[in-house]
């Protein structure tokens, strides 16, 4: 089962109202929520979201908010780092190199700002010496 990180009640508070009906709202948040907690290298769920600070729920629920809308704007599987491909005996894709992790998590860039606030998207591995 999908934890999903924000409700329609939520949605209300934080969002544009972009979506038709309520059927089509959950189904965005659940997407989104995937991708929320894929850009936190899984620490939402490892975690627990009931075990996060208040600080961290509210920033994770604005960024599932922005995440559902970015994805039914922007499509799920948009893919704007593919600069060219050819296809001719071997199939070719090259991708622009990006400096951004949102961009290559496809993430919204707002929503990956809140994340950042959270403290769960570092990257970084401290280790002791």
Same mark, same amino acid.
């Given at each position: 089962?999908?934890?999903?990180?924000?409700?329609?009640?939520?949605?209300?508070?934080?969002?544009?109202?972009?979506?038709?009906?309520?059927?089509?709202?959950?189904?965005?948040?659940?997407l989104a929520?995937?991708?929320?907690?894929?850009?936190?290298?899984?620490?939402?769920?490892?975690?627990?979201?009931?075990?996060?600070?208040?600080?961290?729920?509210?920033?994770?629920?604005?960024?599932?908010?922005?995440?559902?809308?970015?994805?039914k704007? %922007?499509?799920?599987?948009?893919?704007s /780092?593919?600069?060219?491909?050819?296809?001719?005996?071997?199939?070719?894709?090259n991708?622009?190199? /990006?400096? %951004?992790?949102?961009?290559?998590l496809?993430?919204?860039?707002?929503?990956?700002?809140?994340?950042?606030?959270?403290?769960?998207?570092?990257?970084?591995?401290?280790?002791?010496n």
């Open positions: 089962m999908i934890n999903v990180y924000a409700t329609k009640e939520d949605y209300n508070k934080y969002g544009k109202n972009i979506f038709e009906n309520n059927i089509e709202l959950n189904q965005y948040l659940e929520s995937i991708d929320i907690n894929r850009a936190t290298l899984t620490r939402i769920e490892k975690k627990g979201f009931d075990n996060l600070t208040s600080q961290q729920k509210y920033l994770i629920i604005k960024a599932t908010c922005i995440q559902a809308e970015y994805i704007e %922007e499509g799920v599987y948009d893919d /780092s593919i600069i060219s491909y050819s296809i001719g005996g071997d199939l070719t894709v991708k622009k190199d /990006s400096q %951004e992790i949102n961009d290559k496809n993430i919204s860039k707002l929503a990956f700002i809140y994340l950042k606030r959270t403290g769960l998207t570092s990257r970084i591995v401290w280790s002791k």
